[in-house]
């Protein structure tokens, strides 16, 4: 079976060094460029790393990109011009940027996911179904703790979540957004999803959608150990993209939930 090119983005970042790792061990990827936003010179895994460019997006099936808004899209503009797939595992995304990436994905295909873990989108799915059989009588909020190094708040998972709570009530996502509070011990629900971020210690991710009616609390939760289970999960995502055409993906495609 022939290998499937890969070019990781962002490669010195957390998600980039566990991406790295985890291809060693796929048969069926073939590493073939990494790049950063800075000029790197040593090697890694004999791979020089280079800034974005199309000669080093010219080598490759698909590229998966870990970095940060502003660096997508520079990825985005000459995949584009390459016809090459995307998977986008970056947040912190604002609604035009996530209308652009929409924009684009007409162009070339792309598979964006706040979180590309298993476990999480089995979550989001929960949640969906929840939300949809509670309606309007109870209330829902989300917390979130992840590492100290983590800048963006809510987690793309987390606002990944609140649009599951969304679609659930068959409702525009952006109109239930409540507030956004970052490091308080407690939190209030309200009428619109309040979101709860945590930033400490080394902690991969924990994620807890809470639905509430006054009598009685469900609470939905997600605790991640290994980032391991991000990037196998991204690589699954790159190996199902190979074969698909122009359009905007989720994990929820690959994993085929309905």
Known sequence: ??????????????????????????????????TENILIKKKIGGIKPQLNNDNVFKKTDVIIDFTTPKCTFEVLKIASKLKK??????????????????????????????????????????????????GDKYLSKIFE????????????????????????????????????????????????????SIRKGEIIGEHEVKFSSGKEIITLNHEAFDRALYSEGAITAAKWLKSKKPGLYSMRDVLNFE
């Not at 970056?90 to 007409?106: L, V």
């Open 1 to 34: 079976m022939k290998k499937i090119n890969l070019v990781i983005t962002g490669c010195m970042g957390r998600m980039g060094q566990q991406l790295i790792k985890s291809t060693k061990s796929d048969r069926a990827i073939k590493l073939v460029g990494l």
């Open 145 to 196: 703790v992840h590492h100290k190094h983590k800048k963006d708040f809510p987690s793309g998972t987390a606002l990944m979540l609140g649009k599951g709570i969304a679609v659930g009530k068959n409702k525009d996502f952006y109109k239930l957004l409540g507030k956004k509070f970052l490091n308080k011990k407690i939190f209030p629900y309200s009428k619109k999803i309040n979101f709860n």
């Open 85 to 134: 797939r995307v998977v986008i595992g970056t947040t912190g995304f604002t609604k035009a940027e996530e209308d652009k990436i929409k924009k684009i994905s007409k162009k070339i295909p792309i598979l964006k996911a706040g979180n590309m873990s298993l476990g999480i989108n089995l979550l989001m799915y929960i949640t969906e179904i929840t939300s949809k059989a509670l």
